[in-house]
């Protein structure tokens, strides 16, 4: 009997620093850690003593990718707090928004970090070379994403614009007409790339999984809704610390996020289609059927179709929003704060993101919780690879490595926001 150790010091094309610890006996699996050593950034910390308008620009920090994400859930759960009610054409534009951040980190990910992984490519650098015309397209639909945001928010990295009771200033009518022709063209890639990723070679292997995410009443989920699972959970944001708990586990600084009835859970793209299938136009619902991803999409590796799905999605949605678009009469309404307790939540491209704040009477924050989507799926990635591995093990360490590396990217797992690129280690005993 061999015993090895495979180790993964940087995980390459995933936004942070993280390693992967695998230790085999012969044809045994002993041990595997999924290791964010990132350091704790204490956003929650410092956010303590922070006015309630500061949340936003804050927030935002917390990601390059992904900021609409952190800004929407800070000042959803201020808004609850101080019981603000926004009008439809502030939530429609904050939707607009939104569809915007899901359309760049869509197709970021599946150009340059994820779809390497299928076709055999160190790289998206080394993927463009022999596939140019491909990925200059996902690009493209890429920029069209953050000049939405950049539209909308200000800027593209870190909007400005977002704030707790709508916006600072809501863009006119004429300026997002701007962006019809370059979304009609995004929302082209975007059914090509379907199209494309539906053709990758996926690995058979599929899991029992509790899927988390919003669902709201008439909508595909992004900025609203209650939270629920296909294994039973349908709560209100305000109620979820009473249903999930993160743990710290030694060799992570992220902490790992479960159900309290039951373990690990899957949050993102797919627990999103999963959960609200029914809620997606008729056309991407015959797009995901003949893309082989219809209901129940259980194989983790075909995240990259429905990530595409999703794309197609956001463009749609977008188009749809600039098309009925109104500026509101008044782009935010007063703030009075008061001494209370909020809860938000939204999801971001990878899922749920919670937000809980504890505010005094003049509107500073008391105490922050931020639970960002990663953290709440690291549990769920290290059982994928412990059922995963056991049908590597005969392989070389190389293609272990490779397959486990595809296997965490197929949550698109931002270690920067999880701490409070993936480093691989396998052990063989003999």
């Known amino acids: 009997m061999t015993n090895k150790t495979i180790k993964v010091d940087t995980l390459a094309r995933v936004e942070g620093e993280g390693a ?28 303590r003593g922070r006015r309630y308008d500061e949340l936003p620009d804050i927030t935002a920090r917390i990601c390059g990718i992904c900021p609409v994400a952190y800004q929407m859930s800070a000042v959803h759960a201020a808004e609850q707090a101080f019981g603000i009610t926004i009008e439809p054409r502030i939530k429609a534009l904050r939707r607009l928004l939104y569809c915007g951040e899901w359309i760049e980190s869509h197709a970021l990910h599946i150009y340059m970090l994820h779809a390497p992984d299928f076709l055999g490519y160190e790289d998206g ?149 999963n959960l609200n299938f029914d809620r997606l136009p008729g056309s991407i619902q015959q797009l995901a059927v003949e893309s082989g991803a219809a209901v129940p999409c259980l194989n983790p590796f075909q995240s990259i179709v429905v990530r595409g799905l999703e794309l197609v999605y956001a463009c749609e949605e977008a188009l749809r929003i600039i098309e009925e678009y109104e500026p509101p009469e008044m782009s935010r309404v007063p703030v009075v704060p008061k001494a209370a307790v909020g809860h938000g939540c939204t999801e971001a491209p990878r899922g749920i993101l919670y937000h809980r704040y504890e505010f005094d009477g003049a509107g500073s924050v008391k105490t922050a919780r931020i639970v960002p989507p990663t953290a709440q799926n690291q549990k769920r990635i290290e059982e994928d690879l412990r059922a995963f591995i056991p049908q590597l093990i005969g392989q070389p360490d190389g293609e272990v490595t490779w397959r486990c590396e595809q296997a965490v990217r197929n949550y698109d797992p931002c270690i920067s926001c999880a701490t409070h690129a993936v480093k691989v280690e396998i052990e063989r005993e003999p």
């Open 125 to 273: 650098i080394a993927l463009a070379a022999d596939h140019p015309d491909k990925v200059k397209a996902g690009l493209e639909a890429k920029k069209t994403g953050n000049d939405l945001m950049t539209v909308i928010g200000g800027r593209e990295i870190h909007p400005i614009s977002l704030c707790v009771g709508g916006f600072y200033k809501a863009p006119p009518r004429q300026e997002l007409a701007k962006l019809i022709d370059p979304l009609k063209r995004a929302r082209d890639i975007a059914l090509d790339t379907v199209r494309w990723v539906k053709g990758f070679d996926f690995p058979g292997f599929a899991q029992d999984y509790e899927f988390v995410s919003l669902r709201a009443a008439n909508e595909y989920p992004i900025c609203e809704g209650r939270l629920v699972s296909n294994k039973g959970l349908d709560i209100a944001i305000d109620d979820y610390l009473d249903h999930f708990v993160e743990k710290h586990v030694s060799y992570s600084n992220a902490l790992h996020s479960i159900l309290r009835a039951r373990g690990s859970y899957h949050v993102g793209p797919l627990a999103r289609f």
């Open 20 to 47: 992967l610890f695998i230790k085999l006996a012969g044809e045994r699996l002993l041990d595997v850690k999924l290791k964010i050593y990132e350091p704790p950034r204490f956003f929650e910390a410092f956010l």
